[in-house]
């Protein structure tokens, strides 16, 4: 197992990104990597509560983690700090031994210098089956996505806020 960090300044306020992690809407949107889309299947946004996400593979052919062509994976919020951080328990959904195990991955939101947020993606405990490279490629790319949502103000409404 390992851990990745990642950051990203983006050019909103902390209660706008804060919000965009905490909605099942926003999630889907922005919490998937380009070439797949999401779906997500639960999404209960307080502490102890649960949540369950598949990601599938837009191009045929590609082997995902839980089923032909998608990642499925669940957990549960072990910590929300309202504006400041979010703590993830969560685990693929398979029957591969190399992909099991419980991962928590910490989103931390600070002012950034010059406005807007600082947000930190901490990632521990990721199944050494899965390429560090490809979590971080993934992670960025949702990093970015969640800037575009956030700085365009199209963020959906705070109907799941913590």
């Known amino acids: ?17 804060y919000r965009a992690l905490l909605d099942a809407e ?6 998937v990597p380009a070439g797949m889309t999401s779906r997500v299947h639960e999404f209960d946004a307080r502490p102890g509560g649960g949540f369950r996400v ?14 032909a062509q998608t990642d ?5 919020f072990a ?8 703590v993830e328990v969560l685990e693929f959904e398979t029957d591969d031994p190399g992909l099991r195990g419980r991962m928590t991955m910490t989103t931390t939101l600070t002012d950034a210098e010059g ?3 600082h947000v930190l993606v901490v990632h521990e405990g990721i199944p ?8 971080e490629t993934g992670t960025r790319m949702a ?5 575009r949502l956030v700085e365009s103000g199209d963020e959906p409404p705070s109907g799941q806020r913590a």
């Open 79 to 86: 910590e929300l700090v309202p504006d400041a951080k979010v």
């Open 128 to 135: 050494d089956a899965v390429r560090p490279e490809d979590n």
């Open 26 to 31: 926003a999630i889907a949107r922005w919490r």
């Open 143 to 147: 990093l970015d996505r969640l800037a």
């Open 54 to 67: 598949s990601l599938s593979y837009d191009a045929p052919g590609t082997e995902g983690k839980s089923a």
């Open 115 to 117: 406005g807007g947020t």
């Open 72 to 76: 499925t994976y669940r957990g549960h």
């Open 1 to 17: 197992m390992y851990t990745t960090r990642l950051s990203r300044h983006v050019r909103a306020p902390r209660p706008a990104v």
